[in-house]
């Protein structure tokens, strides 16, 4: 339910999801999508109320354009710099929060 970024959530999934190929999680993924429960989005930056930098989900990503981000191994790794923006992110959709997880 809380932001993360495309490895943080595959570090939640069981095996042999979690260890297996990024490919394999794409039907998955774009079966949420397509019902519209989830949202693929990027990471963008966010100021606090206080003035503190943080971060936010981005509008969501076209449809036609996710499989190929998806199966793209890169957006599955934790960034070198530690930096999450411009990453994959997951959001719910109003949908996906009626949906009892």
């Known amino acids: 339910m809380e932001i993360d970024i495309l490895p943080g959530v595959r570090g939640d999934l069981e095996e042999p999801l979690a260890s ?3 490919a394999k999680l794409v039907p998955f993924l774009l079966s ?3 019902r519209g429960w989830i949202e693929v989005c990027r990471v963008i930056p966010w100021t ?3 003035g503190s930098p943080g971060f936010q989900p981005g509008a969501p990503i076209a449809r036609g354009d996710l499989p190929a981000l998806l199966a793209d191994d890169e957006n599955w790794e934790y960034p070198d710099s530690g930096e999450w923006i411009g990453c994959l992110t997951l959001t719910l959709t109003e949908e996906g929060r009626r949906i009892p997880w």
């Open 48 to 50: 606090a109320p206080d």
């Open 20 to 22: 297996g190929p990024c």
């Open 32 to 34: 949420l999508a397509d």
